[in-house]
Structure formats: structure tokens, C-alpha cells
């Protein structure tokens, strides 16, 4: 019964390569996002749904595409990963009402060789 | 912009002391502040938050903050601490209205000896 899960949880991969990763809640929220957490645990938003509208969108390279398909699911694609996409990938999901009672998955540990 | 500091990247307590990690916060309006726990390997979990009202804000797991806003600060507190608190705490600011986002402190990473 996990509230935000991710995966897969750990992910190593070729730089060049293409990736994703899933992310689902069953919390009923409104609103999920993605963020990534670098070597010195600082923790950046990269985007942010609501009801499967992008709604915000940070300084993120074009390289990086999310997809919503439905409210539960928000799963973030990566294309060419280079070095510096290694981090900790964290999806996160909140009630509209409640924006800021976020709820975090576990994180995707990526490393890009 | 909105920002917050947590000056202290590492602080050590022992067992039954008690704990404050200091936030500051820069935001020209009232800020709504919170404070994460991330224990190793997890995501985070919030531990409180403030919006309004009551200065001092009680959480989970015996945790308390107070926001001073002639200080910018958001500290948090537990009179006791225990050994499942070692964790990285992560204070957090978001500015109110409509969909902002939430900008994260660096962190304090807190080790509990015995």
C-alpha cells in the first residue's frame, strides 16, 4: 500500500543512453512532481502537474520530458544522459487544496557512467 | 526570490540532549516554512509547517519550530533527542498564492552518538 512509488529504484546506464523513470501514487492528489537531489543532497524542483497540466516548469534541459497520463502516474523521461544527470531522482505528489504537504517516493538513484 | 539557509551542514548530539537546527529564510512577504526529514535511503517526510497563526508550530515525532519573523528564522527543536532522529533535516520556504514552488535549504545532517 506505498503512497509515491518510484521506479526503478536504482538505475545505471551509458552516457548517450535513454532512459525513464516511473512514478504512481494512489494518495488521490491532484498534483505530482519531480525532483533531483545532487551529490550534496541539494534538492531542486524540475517540474510540477496538476491534473495532468504542466504547471510549473524549472530551468530544465530539454533533454528531460515529463509525461503525465493520467492524475496517479507522472513518469520523466531522459534523453543523451550525460555525467551530470547522475543525482537522486524524486517524485513527490500533494492535494491541490494542500499544496505544500508533499508526500516524496523513495528517489531513483541515478548513475550515468 | 525566495530562499532559505540552514547554516549548519553537520551537527552531532548525544542521546537524550536536546536539538535545534537553525533556518533562515528570505521571502518579502509572509513565507510559508517547512521542515522535512529525510532518513537514509528515503524520501522526505514532513515533519511540520507554518503558515499562519500560532508562532510555534508542533510536528511529528516530538518536533516543534518556531518562526520569528523579526530574526527570518524558522529553527527547529526537540527537547529530546533519539537515536532514530539521525536523519538530513531540510527546511523549505514557499510563497503563497497559486502555484509556487517549494525551494529547499541545503540541509543539516544530524548524527545522535550514545
Known amino acids: 500500500d506505498t503512497a509515491v512509488s518510484q521506479t526503478p529504484k536504482y538505475l545505471v546506464t551509458q552516457m548517450g543512453n535513454d532512459k525513464s523513470i516511473k512514478c504512481e501514487q494512489n494518495l488521490g492528489h491532484d498534483t505530482m512532481y519531480w525532483y533531483k537531489q545532487d551529490s550534496k543532497k541539494f534538492l531542486k524542483i524540475m517540474f510540477s502537474?496538476?491534473?495532468?497540466?504542466?504547471?510549473i516548469n524549472e530551468t530544465v534541459p530539454n533533454r528531460f520530458s515529463p509525461k503525465s497520463p493520467d492524475k496517479a502516474h507522472l513518469n520523466l523521461h531522459i534523453n543523451s544522459l550525460e555525467l551530470g544527470d547522475s543525482a537522486v531522482y524524486f517524485c513527490?505528489?500533494?492535494?491541490?487544496?494542500?499544496?505544500?504537504?508533499?508526500?516524496f517516493g523513495p528517489g531513483t538513484r541515478l548513475t550515468v557512467l | 526570490a525566495q530562499s532559505v539557509t540552514q547554516p549548519d551542514i553537520h551537527i552531532t548530539v548525544s542521546e537524550g540532549a536536546s536539538l535545534e537546527l537553525r533556518c533562515n529564510y528570505s521571502y518579502g512577504a509572509t513565507p510559508y516554512l517547512f521542515w522535512y526529514v529525510q532518513s537514509p535511503g528515503q524520501g522526505l517526510q514532513l515533519l511540520l509547517k507554518?503558515?499562519?497563526?500560532?508562532?510555534l508550530v508542533q510536528g511529528i515525532k516530538g518536533f516543534e519550530a518556531e518562526f520569528k519573523r523579526s530574526q527570518s528564522s524558522f529553527n527547529l527543536r526537540k527537547p529530546s533527542v533519539h537515536w532514530s532522529d539521525a536523519a538530513e533535516y531540510f527546511c523549505?520556504?514557499?510563497?503563497?498564492?497559486?502555484?509556487?514552488?517549494?525551494?529547499f535549504g541545503t540541509g543539516t545532517k544530524l548524527q545522535v552518538i550514545p
Open positions: 502537474y496538476n491534473n495532468k497540466e504542466l504547471i
Open positions: 507554518y503558515f499562519s497563526g500560532d508562532t
Open positions: 513527490a505528489s500533494s492535494q491541490e487544496r494542500y499544496p505544500d504537504t508533499q508526500y
Open positions: 523549505a520556504v514557499r510563497s503563497s498564492g497559486g502555484y509556487q514552488k517549494v525551494t
